[in-house]
């Protein structure tokens, strides 16, 4: 009798472990999910202060500083969802990526202080989103994994918990990034 | 890590003087210890014998054996430290100028345990041959470490104490070139290791580091990754420091240890080697003497290349 309480319990603890884990794995996506959004915050607060200190020396690049000014409007926007933040993000990228490229062409600039911390400022900023969506992507594997596997997917089933799709890599995050490269190609 | 170091003419001449102490201190050496066994032979013949005298000859060769080895400790101690000083010391400078060598001091046992490469806290701590130096914006050290744990049995005989080795190599720190709060840990994986992080991911986490699942196949199936910040960890091992890692492990004997802790890397190479030790029973004078020593050396520099360590593109100067 002692020895089938026993098991009983063992089974049961081990249950309430499942169960916990998946709820803690759920809860660890989102969390995952807050932790990309506080990055993006932090990249686009950058924003302001890096056209700002550019465009007093880019008169040519007026197009792009525009851009970059309209698309952070755009993602600081109410009810922007965070996959239009992350697509938002990109071109965000894209379009400093490029305003780098054309630092090569502004000598006083390329030796203002300011402007060289954010610059790397800037890099650390793409390698912490990076991280934080790499992440996410562990977190939703993980979450996956225990959805689709026995024995959590015993609970999933009666919790109806659904498997979530990762984020795509992006192609910066598959290769070695070397700012310097960025910077002064 | 098997390019040859060329003698300088300096060294050679040191080495020949040092050759001079090193023969005497041999022929010392098997003076006393050849005493000392002839004497113990004795005195156990005698014994089993029940022959006083030849147990008292024994006892009275061992004496002047002792002696010899007593007598020469001065002198084997001044032969280490002339050929760490004037021969170590010389063949650092020679690959990098700003390399310092400190054989009396090492890595202390608190920084050790801080740095936490190790589950385990060591009993019995020893270390030397501290090596510093800076490359371009890295500050960087490494010394020798012995770090064991001790279990007691209880025996028939009382009891016993066994004593495991948590780290017989070398503990390698430099200024990483990221900026992190967190703390990262980076162990090679075993059994019990694995049970602990397969427990931890899928019932309960104890301690104040979880797992880190990694994208790296080779990352994983070697090390368990356990860290106080997800994304942080991630942030330090990017996929190209992975890579990097993995290199350095493949080119190591046995599998290394890491640990992102106070905005620095640490790294733990075991190795059956005690480095940096003039020989006593060898010669001195031939060409490859160093090339083991200068060998790992020159593995330990190349780790700030290895690691872009230099690479300050991010706010940390």
Known sequence: ?185 | MTEDFILTPAIESVLAELEVQRKKIASSKIQGWGAIILGVACFAIGAILSQAIIAIIGFIMVVPGVVILFRISDDINQYKYRFKQEVIGAALNSIHQNLTFDHENGISESEFINAQLFAKTPDRYHTEDLITGKDEKTVFYFAEVHAEYKTEMQTKNGRQVQWHDILKGIVFSADFNKNFNGITVVRPKDFGSSIGAWFSENIYSFGDKDIVQLENDYFNKNFVTQSSDQVEARYILTPAMMEKISDLNERSAYCISLSFINSSVYIAFPLNNNYFEPPVFDTLLKPDLLDEDMNILTFMFLIIKELNLNTRVWSKE
Do not use: C, H
């Open chain 1, 1 to 185: 009798m002692i020895f089938v309480a026993v098991i009983a319990i063992a089974v049961l603890i081990f249950g309430i472990g499942i169960y916990n884990s998946l709820i803690s794995k759920k809860n660890q996506v989102a969390n995952a999910f807050s932790a990309i959004d506080v990055m993006l915050k932090k990249r686009f607060d950058l924003l302001p202060n890096l056209v700002e200190t550019v465009k007093e020396y880019m008169q040519y690049e007026g197009d792009t500083l525009t851009k970059i000014t309209e698309l952070r409007g755009k993602a600081l926007g109410a009810n922007v969802s965070e996959s239009a933040k992350l697509a938002l993000d990109s071109q965000i990228g894209t379009a400093v990526k490029g305003l780098m490229v054309s630092v090569e062409n502004y000598p006083d600039l390329k030796a203002n202080q300011n402007f060289l911390n954010l610059q790397s400022t800037w890099t650390e900023s793409e390698e912490q989103i990076a991280a934080a969506r790499r992440n996410y992507n562990a977190s939703v594997t993980t979450y996956n994994n225990s959805v689709m596997m026995f024995p959590g997917n015993m609970f999933a089933g009666m919790l109806g918990y659904q498997t979530i799709t990762v984020l795509e890599t992006e192609a910066e995050e598959r290769e070695n990034i070397n700012a310097k490269e960025l910077f002064n190609s």
